[in-house]
């Protein structure tokens, strides 16, 4: 497809053939609607380049939010190894039945926790079988 500036200069190639006086009335009029017409395509040539530009500029913003949500939200945890589930106690809070996961650690040294999901206290009465307890 030819660009609008191309067409307004094969337009005005074919007004000048038609050898119309510049200075008559009708000259006056088509030479400004082709000048118009020029300044109209030299606008919408600005226009599509600043659309790549900022089309390149969202999918680099969207390339870096992928990467951002891949980090936050992976679910294979990189850092979590099998070994470490031995350290946390499966949980439910009584008042919401989510499951959680809490480090012995934590049970160990508190009597109350919050729950993250409903916020309220979940008294801890969990029987310990690590060997620090023995």
């Known amino acids: 497809m030819c ?3 191309s067409r307004v200069a ?3 190639g074919l007004i000048d053939g038609l050898e119309i006086e510049k200075e008559s009335k009708e000259g006056k009029i088509i030479r400004e609607i082709v000048n ?4 109209i395509g030299e ?3 600005d226009i599509e380049e600043a659309h790549r530009e900022i ?3 969202v999918d680099a913003l969207d ?3 992928s990467m951002i949500e891949d980090e936050i939200y992976d679910e294979d945890d990189d850092d979590f190894d099998e070994d470490d589930i031995e350290n946390f106690i499966n949980l439910k809070c009584p008042n919401c039945d989510e499951t959680l996961y809490i480090d012995s650690e934590i049970i ?3 009597d109350k926790i919050v729950c993250p999901n409903c916020r309220k206290d979940i008294d ?3 029987e310990c079988n690590c060997d620090c307890c023995e």
């Open 3 to 5: 660009s609008i500036k």
């Open 10 to 12: 094969y337009l005005s």
């Open 36 to 39: 118009i017409l020029e300044d």
């Open 43 to 45: 606008e919408f040539e």
């Open 55 to 57: 089309q390149e500029y």
């Open 63 to 65: 390339e870096d939010l």
């Open 108 to 110: 160990h040294n508190k």
């Open 124 to 126: 801890i009465d969990v």
